[in-house]
Structures are given as structure tokens and as C-alpha cells.
């Protein structure tokens, strides 16, 4: 990376401001993750040093597709990308709570302590996400990143996507035939926002979930 392109919390600056309050939480969050990774292995390694770019950056996107959202459910939440990011930029806002869904233990754990340390509104679910989907109640969107395709997806998060919430997934260059796969199985509604930190990268906002409707 050159040399005007290094990570760091800067970064945001640039490319998608914050206010004050909320860069200071992101970076003792980011702290955080370096202090447990050593023994956690919260994130793959080989990212780390470009946490902000390719973890914080790529996050934010989120809340910038649906903006008006303020109870998230987060599946399969690992380190916090992209739920807790979700629930530091939506810290001190009423009514805002962001539920993580995660079912490892040691990951629960760092994300329980994030939350605490930046005063995000999110309550960690230390379950398996066709569990925990059931009883979170309703929520206005729900969010994943890299846990699984669209198809599959749809599926985890088809009981609160039916009830009304919006899906908000990151996806890659093969979203394309993520989507062509996922309309075999699903009927919905897609828009297509570009990610903050990778020029093939996508965040698609799933909306009127039904099942497809079979000949």
C-alpha cells in the first residue's frame, strides 16, 4: 500500500468522515481487537494491518444503505464486522440497539467487552443464529459479512426478513451469481450500493422477501 494510502483511523478522514465521539470509539474498538488477537485470532492475521481500510472502512456501508435504521440484528458477528461498527455509529441515538449474533465463545466474549468499552447499544447472543433469530423480536435490518451466499443468507435471516426487516449483505465480485443463484430459490426486491473500501466489492439491501414461486 503506498505510502498516502497507509492504514490508519486518518483514512476516514478522507474517505468517510466521523464525528469526534465516534472516531475515539472506533479506535479504543480497534485497540481492543489488537489486544485480544494475539490470543483470540479474533480476525485472519494477514488483515490486521490493514484493519481500518478493510474491516472499519467496509463496515460503516452498512449504516450508509439503510441510514434510517436503528435495531439491527448482525449475523454471525465474529470481531464485530460489521454489527459493532453498526452500534458505535449509532451510540446515544434512542431506540438504537444492535443484536451480534455469535456463536463462539471467545468471540462472544471480546464482543461483550467492545460494547462495554465504547459504550455501543448492542447485546451480544452467544448462540447459533437459527436460534437466536427467533426470539430477537422485530428489527428494522438485518446485516452479515462474509458468512455465507445470498441463498443461504436469505435463508438464516428469512424469519425477521419476512417480518418486515431489510437484509443489508457485503458481497464480492460474484454477486452477480450470488443473486441469480439466490432468485431460483427467493422472490425479492435488490439495490446495489458500491463498498467504501473495494472497487468490486458490493453491499446489496434485500427487501420484500417471499418464497419464488414454483411452475
Known sequence: ???????????????????????????RYVALLRQWQAAKNLVGPGTLDAVWRRHVLDSIGALDAMPGALRW??????????????????????????????SNGRKAAFLRAAARETGAPAIVHAARIEAAVADLGPVDAVSARALAPLDDLLGLAAPLLTAGAAGVFHKGRDVGREVAAARDRWSFDLVEHPSLSDPSGRIVVVTGLASAARP
Do not use: C, K
Not at 461498527?85 to 449474533?101: D, E, F, N, Q, W
Open 1 to 27: 500500500m503506498p505510502r498516502e494510502e497507509a492504514d490508519g483511523p486518518e483514512i476516514l478522514d478522507r474517505l468517510r468522515p466521523v464525528s469526534r465521539e465516534t472516531r475515539a470509539r472506533l479506535e
Open 73 to 102: 440484528a448482525d449475523l454471525g458477528s465474529g470481531a464485530g464486522f460489521p454489527g459493532l461498527v453498526t452500534a458505535i455509529l449509532l451510540a446515544g441515538i434512542p431506540g438504537a440497539a444492535v443484536h451480534l449474533v455469535e
